[in-house]
């Protein structure tokens, strides 16, 4: 797979130091949150790797730009 996005990785960071900082850098609430939103965050980098090919048709191409855009609107409003 092809590099992510900065844009993408920068908002992953700044989820992690956000989640962080609420649960007060507390090692076992931090590692909960991480293992509760990585899936979330690992399913939008394979859809933007999938994007980033040339092999996806149309009708799929179009599916995975609407899951990302949602993915987006959702990250931006938190």
């Not at 920068?10 to 507390?26: K, N, P, T, W």
């Amino acid at each position: 797979m092809d590099r992510l996005p900065p844009s993408f990785t920068s908002l992953y960071r700044l989820f992690i130091r956000a989640s962080s900082a609420s649960v007060l850098h507390q090692n076992a609430s931090r590692k909960q949150l991480r293992q509760l939103f990585r899936p979330v965050f690992d399913a939008a980098a394979q859809v933007v790797g999938d994007l980033q090919s040339n092999q996806l048709s149309r009708s799929e191409r179009i599916r995975r730009e609407y899951l990302l855009n949602t993915f987006h609107q959702r990250s931006t409003s938190i």
